[in-house]
C-alpha cells in the first residue's frame, strides 16, 4: 500500500461527495491506514472562517476574483495547519473538494482566467497534488433536487441558476478528459451502495501506489 496521499472528492452540489468522503475515509481505515477527513472551504477553525466569508450571503458583493482568492486563501491555511502536516506524518487525507473545485465553479461557472487560477494553484500547493480524484457526476437537475430535499440552497453559491451549475459540471467533466489518469469519473445518479462499488475499484489502484492508478 502507498504510504500516504491526498484523496479529493468532487462534484456539483448534491452529488454526493460528503457521503462517499466518509465511506473512503471508513475504507482506509479498515485497511489499516491513519486518515484525516476534511474538506474546502475549510478544515481548520481559520479556513472555516474564510468560509464563512466566502459562503454567507450578506450586502456586500463578493466579486468573482476575491471569491477566488477567497478560496485559495482558505486552502493555504489548510494546507499550511493540516493537510501538509499530515501527509508527512503518513495520514491519508480525503478532501471533500479541492482546487478542481476552483476551476470548475469559479473558472468554468464565473469565467475566472483559467492561467491565473493555474498561477495561484502552483504557489499555494506547489508539491502537494491529488494522487487520485473521485468525480461524481450526475445530472444537475438530480443533484439540487437531493441538496434542497436535504437543505435549502442557502449559501451564496447554492443559489446560484441552474445554468451556473451546468457550466460547473461542463468545467468539472472537461477536467476529467484533460487529466483521466487522476481524475476518475462515478455515475453518482446510481444509488448510494452502487457508488461505492465504481469508488472501490479506483481506489484499490489508487493505494497500490508506484504511479497514479
Ligand atoms: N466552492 C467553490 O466555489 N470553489 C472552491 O474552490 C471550493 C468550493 C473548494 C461549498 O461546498 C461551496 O463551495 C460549494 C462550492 C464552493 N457550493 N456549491 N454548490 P460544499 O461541498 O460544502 O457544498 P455542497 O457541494 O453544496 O455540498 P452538498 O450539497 O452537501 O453536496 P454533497 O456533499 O455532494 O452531497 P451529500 O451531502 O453527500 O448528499 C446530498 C444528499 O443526497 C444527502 O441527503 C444524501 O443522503 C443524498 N445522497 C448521497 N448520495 C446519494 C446517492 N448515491 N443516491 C441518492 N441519494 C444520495
Not at 437543505?151 to 451546468?166: C, K, L, Y
Request: aromatic share 4%.
Amino acid at each position: 500500500m502507498r504510504r500516504a496521499g491526498l484523496i479529493t472528492l468532487e462534484g456539483i452540489e448534491g452529488a454526493g461527495k460528503s457521503t462517499l468522503a466518509a465511506w473512503v475515509a471508513e475504507w482506509l481505515r479498515a485497511r489499516g491506514a491513519s486518515v484525516r477527513l476534511t474538506r474546502e472551504p475549510g478544515g481548520t477553525a481559520l479556513a472555516e472562517r474564510v468560509r464563512r466569508i466566502a459562503l454567507e450571503p450578506g450586502a456586500e458583493r463578493i466579486c468573482a476574483d476575491a471569491e477566488t482568492l477567497l478560496m485559495f486563501a482558505a486552502r493555504a491555511i489548510h494546507l499550511t495547519n493540516l493537510i501538509r502536516p499530515a501527509l508527512e506524518r503518513g495520514e491519508w487525507v480525503v478532501c471533500d473538494r479541492f482546487t478542481d473545485a476552483t476551476r470548475a465553479y469559479q473558472g468554468a461557472g464565473r469565467g475566472v482566467d483559467a492561467e491565473w487560477i493555474e498561477v495561484l494553484a502552483a504557489h499555494v500547493q506547489r508539491e502537494v497534488t491529488p494522487v487520485c480524484t473521485l468525480l461524481l457526476d450526475l445530472p444537475v437537475a438530480l443533484g439540487l433536487h437531493r441538496a434542497r430535499a436535504r437543505h435549502a440552497g442557502t449559501d451564496r453559491i447554492e443559489s446560484e441558476t441552474e445554468s451556473f451549475f451546468q457550466r460547473v459540471r461542463a468545467g468539472y467533466l472537461a477536467l476529467a478528459r484533460a487529466e483521466p489518469t487522476r481524475i476518475h469519473l462515478l455515475d453518482a445518479a446510481e444509488p448510494a451502495d452502487s457508488v461505492q462499488r465504481q469508488a472501490a475499484a479506483v481506489l484499490e489502484r489508487c493505494v497500490k501506489g508506484g504511479g497514479e492508478p
